[in-house]
């Protein structure tokens, strides 16, 4: 219940990516590139700041190995879409953001294996 959010947003994307090149309806590619500038410069913002990573570790729960695969391959999918597109300087952001992401995240779940 708590990704519901998180996959609606992925639907979102998928579906404008899709209807946008089936239509040929440029406009609904913005949908996608601003998501996608807003979502990589916030995690790589709150990646780089020490503050916001230990705010993050505070409240992070574990995730099933489900989620985080199927994380990591729209994350992949998205910055391959963005290069596809031709905003390469987006998919560096947005895979920077994505690694970022990754290690924490694999650093949170070591620290949870280690506890348990």
Not at 11 to 32: A, R
Not at 34 to 49: C, D, E, K, P, Q
Not at 98 to 112: N, P, Q, R, V
Request: aromatic share 16%; charged share 15%; proline share 3%.
């Amino acid at each position: 219940m708590k990704y519901i959010f998180g996959l609606g947003v992925d639907m979102l994307v998928l579906v404008s990516i899709i209807i946008g090149f089936h239509f040929g309806n440029e406009s609904l590619l913005n949908i996608p590139h601003f998501i996608g500038w807003f979502v990589g410069i916030v995690n790589l913002l709150a990646h780089l700041s020490k503050k916001s990573k230990e705010g993050m570790a505070k409240k992070y729960q574990p995730q099933p190995l489900l989620f985080r695969i199927y994380d990591v391959l729209t994350d992949v999918i998205f910055v391959s879409f963005c290069a596809y597109q031709g905003w390469m300087f987006m998919a560096a952001v947005y895979a920077t953001a994505a690694c970022l992401k990754a290690e924490f995240k694999h650093s949170m779940e070591k620290t949870y294996a280690k506890v348990d």
